[in-house]
């Protein structure tokens, strides 16, 4: 089985994903990304070449007359490659409706198509205008998508509702994380059976060996930790001031602060003064940052992310968030392996934090049960299983 996926750029944690799904599911996977930076890549996002076992095609991303990017030379490729499945996720889903040759081109050559997204900001059919005309989410720089109530915006809104339909319906196969995806997709006319929650996870193999080859690190309990991007939505000085207002009630209260990003300048002059809280930079070493993560206690993602959620808990560390990508609903639960607070507000994160610090024994029990959750029931392992079903599935339906 041969895949092709389409992407903005190169992560690093999903360059690790596509190597164990070529090395170890018999999947030769073959990337497309921009010739040069992407422009659908969020600020900070770290990319890398290294370790990369899978081929890489630089493509020159393009404006479409529709306004959203797309690839030259992509069918010269697939007809060099054959692929037996291409992945696509957004903006690079709505040529298939802008460009009706597209399709015809896919059936003509039996490759199936797959659409691969994050639906956490997707709205249900029925309620996209409205959810458009509202603002649509938020930016990584916590700001409305495109609030707009004119004639023209409703007009417009309508023409990407109608895109996202008229796609859903093309494809062979939906992979999804999250399981509200499943009545997404169907608001859209989409059956159940092409919709594959596949859950999230990064490469958690390699991140359980480098725990078990820290296992001897000793973990502060009243040290906070986060890791990411240090954008707007990630809520970085929600965190601080709660780590400010605890440390004066809990004096062994300290907060590592793992990233780079736009916010970096901001977020060291709001902690400016407070010597328990230590910035790191953006770090990608795994041994490295898995240190890091052994000697903290509680991870806190305070705003937007995913990923870290997973990679925190192969590091036998019970989190704290509120409202994220969704990766949180299915790895987070209430009270066994952390907590939830309400999302922005600094009180109810002190709050909630409070809880753990005043019983520092249920900090390492809350942990226990976070790895447990990663190796028992969501893993690389499970993760790449359901795309594997969701390929098959496609694979049959050409």
């Not at 249900?124 to 509202?134: F, K, P, R, T």
């Not at 992979?175 to 995806?181: K, M, P, S, T, V």
């Not at 159940?192 to 973990?219: G, H, R, W, Y």
């Not at 002059?269 to 910035?279: K, S």
Request: proline share 4%.
């Amino acid at each position: 089985m041969k895949l092709m996926s389409l992407a903005g750029g190169l992560p690093h944690y999903y360059n690790l994903v596509l190597n164990k799904l070529q090395r170890e599911m018999g999947v030769e996977v073959c990337v497309v990304v921009p010739a040069s930076k992407g422009a659908t890549l969020g600020a900070g996002v770290f990319e890398s070449k290294d370790g990369i076992e899978f081929k890489v095609f630089y493509q020159e991303e393009y404006t479409t007359y529709y306004g959203k990017k797309f690839f030259r030379g992509l069918k010269e490729l697939i007809l060099q490659e054959k692929p037996d499945v291409l992945m696509v996720n957004w903006p690079y889903q709505a040529s298939f409706v802008f460009y009706p040759s597209w399709y015809n081109f896919l059936r003509r050559n039996n490759v199936a198509l797959i659409s691969k997204e994050i639906p956490f900001q997707v709205p249900h059919y029925n309620e996209a205008i409205s959810y458009y005309l509202q603002g649509g989410g938020v930016t990584e720089n916590n700001q409305a998508h495109q609030k707009n109530t004119s004639i023209l915006a409703r007009v417009k809104f309508m023409i990407v509702r109608e895109t996202r339909r008229l796609f859903s319906n093309l494809v062979d196969a939906h992979i999804n994380y999250l399981d509200e995806a499943v009545l997404m997709h169907a608001s859209y006319g989409v059956p159940a059976e092409k919709v594959f929650v596949t859950a999230n996870s990064p490469d958690t193999d390699a991140l359980l060996a480098t725990a078990n080859q820290l296992k001897n690190v000793q973990a502060n309990p009243y040290r906070l930790l986060h890791i990411g991007r240090l954008v707007k939505w990630k809520q970085v000085n929600v965190l601080i001031e709660a780590a400010i207002s605890l440390h004066a009630k809990y004096p062994q209260t300290e907060l590592s602060i793992v990233g780079d990003g736009p916010e970096l300048e901001a977020l060291k002059a709001q902690a400016a003064g407070y010597d328990f809280i230590q910035f790191h930079g953006g770090i990608y070493d795994p041994t490295e940052l898995g240190k890091i993560t052994c000697e903290s206690g509680i991870y806190v993602l305070a705003g937007m992310g995913g990923l870290s959620i997973n990679e925190a808990m192969c590091f036998s560390k019970p989190v704290v968030c509120s409202v994220a990508d969704g990766t949180e609903k299915r790895l987070v639960r209430e009270g066994f392996n952390g907590h939830f607070f309400e999302s922005g507000s600094v009180a109810s994160l002190t709050s909630v934090i409070e809880k753990l610090f005043a019983d520092p024994a249920q900090i390492a029990e809350m942990g226990k049960r976070s790895q447990e959750i990663i190796e028992k029931e969501i893993n690389i392992h499970t993760v790449l299983g359901n795309y594997m079903e969701a390929f098959k599935f496609a694979i049959a339906k050409r």
